[in-house]
């Protein structure tokens, strides 16, 4: 396993894109600092990083040891290797981080509608705009998105066979997204994914999980994260 | 080198995502098939990889021999290992992978501000969006991506030091693309950023690029792909 110290640099009060690393982490096993919940520390070690590094856009930063790793996928991709989580061969290490970089996609996409003019402004000051965008996701892109994750799985219980990797614990991660911020909508929907219901399930069930999501240190899916529950989004400024 | 067929299968009129792969087959003199712009082809051996391939969610895809490769930073990340085009180290090819995600990060960012409500309509059925959101990009977010990327290049010529790698030839195409996009408003922008322009001449330069960039294979910057002149969002509107 990792011998060397591993810490987390990432926003304390939402799950966001830093949740992906930490399920991976989580269900590993393997002893991290979160380090800006630490509330004596906050923000200010990874405001650090940002001024700093030549490489590093953006948070989840995963330092282990001397060395600084960002960008979910990334991330991903190299902890897939040293902890054998993502399929063993070459082959399905390819396949992982090629799905976890659409899944990114996914994530950007599901960020951009409550945030369709800017991730810079409020969501209070797009909101016409954010119905518009996510009733047209929900119309045009829900299935497109979901039909490729299912294809994806196929008649495996996992995503590259009947072992776990990174990627499953991703898709468990955005199919609970979807069904926190769109709890109305995805009532109809997740029937025709019964590959993805099953997947989440299987996680969501597994033992080497479920201390972690019933602890504390899961933070609850909030409104400011990636996946927030507003009922204007959900359709129902449409019924009433 | 690279003993294989290879083969790009991506959409044939237009530069986008897809020309990050050609910079770096281009470059590096790599006899390759391009394969949708054949007329006799056209986009149907593409469109029958999307319906069959388990991993695959869209263009571009780099066909090697046997494997398929999709997602931009993951052809990348490939191809420079392979040509040895991504500064040798590891840790090189790490940080070219890291700054390639965020290039991509940048891309769809951009690709927003034509297409703030949905990439699945128009950008005629969402102008007013649109110029709200590449006003604000241009306030809030424009310097904050560039400062990064000239942090990044720092005092090299390129991004790893002194030696070329797919990531220069990634950031010469997003200046170009900002360039023909938004002329009125780079032509104040450019000035501050005198890292990325001169990367830009660099590389615009460079002979092993000049054949390509001068011939019918280079597809013109136009108003399908990413980066597109719409002079409503060059700040025009403002003026008149």
Redesign the interface.
Known sequence: MIQKPIKLFYWPSLQGRGEFVRLVLEYNNIPYEDVCRDKAKGVKPLLNILESS?????PPILQIGELF???T??ILQ?LGKILNFSGGSEANQ??C???Q??IA?FT?EIH?LHH???S??YYEDQIV?AI??TN??F???FDK?FQ?FE??I?NNPYITGSVLTYVDLSLFQIWAGMIHAYPNRMKERRIHFPKMDSLYFRVKEDEKLRTYLNSTRRIPFNEHGIFRYYPKLDGESQIS
């Open positions: 030549k490489t590093i856009f953006a790793l960002n960008q996928p990334n190299y390819r396949e981080h090629s799905i970089l659409s996609d950007s951009n369709p003019i800017s810079s402004l705009e518009l965008a047209t996701f119309e045009n892109r998105w490729f294809r994806a196929g």
